[in-house]
């Protein structure tokens, strides 16, 4: 909300500045222009200003999976993966620059050596090579951005920003509700049509541990001991580590259950507050973002 609230008084005030200029003053060079009102920037641009002072792993994966650093961007597409779909509806916005969350290429690093003859990968590729699509990946530096990029804009989706407390950034207490009608609220906040789940709806959860996209089974399960929530809502489990540790967990007697959203609907919000935050650093920019959505459907 406060970000949209920017985006429109910088927004406003870029008009007056540009209305000056028109004007004949040296506004121009006083007021020092920025990125914002340049027509050229370029991609690295645009991942200096997200990197900002922000440090992350050498190893890091957040790269670019197409196209080249020194292109001038046409506009901006933020989602959770870039697919297929996402990659035509940027090329009909005219937006050659797409920043996606998760791979590219179905693997972590985007290793393409062992995809080289597969025309699934070569179809994706060619498809953004001709038609002169970037796409780099954000991970690393939105989970680095304190709080979580990604954690911040689900807190928001759901109402639940008022609850982050930093000293304990995973959990939210929230007033007490019953897991029935926390799985009601997720789907609706978080557009999910349909999700799984282990425990009692009648269940009242106070403390949730809130873990979208996929943890592993050794963060969540330690988690889950560590921070003894009534529930975890988290975006996805290996269905051999954390699922079946609740289960023995609720066999034991603990009153602790599991909500699993999906991978690319948990993660989404992030996405959608990256295009908030960005918008008013580049005003002129044309930045929108696509959501992904998920690939499954339910029998
Ligand atoms: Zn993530």
């Known amino acids: 909300m406060t970000d949209k609230n920017n985006l429109f ?33 370029t991609v690295q641009q645009i ?18 999976k197409a196209g080249k650093a ?9 989602t959770m993966f870039a697919t297929v779909e996402v990659i035509r509806k940027a090329i ?7 920043i996606a969350h998760e791979p590219t290429f179905y693997n972590h690093t985007d290793d393409v050596n062992w995809l080289q003859r597969d025309e699934v990968y070569r179809f994706k590729r060619d498809l953004l090579e001709q038609n002169n699509i970037a ?20 807190l928001q989706a759901l109402g639940w920003e008022k609850y982050y407390d930093p000293s304990e950034p995973r959990m939210v207490k929230v007033p007490p509700l019953k897991l029935g009608e ?15 789940f282990i425990g009692d709806r009648n269940q009242v959860c106070e403390r949730i541990a809130v873990f979208p996209g996929a943890s592993g089974g050794r963060g969540q399960i330690g988690a889950l001991s560590a921070l003894k929530p009534d529930v975890m ?24 259950s599991l909500v699993v959203l999906g991978h690319a609907r948990s993660e989404q919000p992030g996405m959608r507050w990256l295009k908030e935050w960005l918008q008013p650093k580049y005003p002129d920019l044309k930045i929108t973002h696509i959501p992904s959505g998920s690939p499954f459907a339910f029998a």
């Open 92 to 98: 009909d916005l005219k937006s050659n620059f797409i």
């Open 135 to 154: 796409v780099w990946r954000l991970h690393d530096y939105i989970h680095s951005f304190r709080p979580d990029g990604v954690l911040t804009g689900v």
């Open 182 to 196: 926390l799985i009601s609220l997720v789907k609706e906040k978080l557009s999910i049509e349909t999700l799984r």
């Open 9 to 41: 008084s910088r927004r406003k005030f870029v008009g007056n500045t540009l209305a000056l200029v028109g004007a004949g003053s040296m506004m121009n060079t006083a007021y020092g222009f920025n990125d914002s009102a340049a027509t050229s920037v």
């Open 47 to 64: 991942i200096d200003t997200v990197t900002k002072g922000i440090t992350v792993g050498a190893g890091t994966v957040d790269t670019l």
């Open 70 to 78: 020194d292109t001038v961007v046409t506009g901006i597409v933020t």
């Open 233 to 256: 809502i988290c975006g996805e489990v290996a269905e051999w580590e954390t699922s079946e540790y609740i289960r023995d967990a609720q066999a034991m007697g603990r009153k602790q």
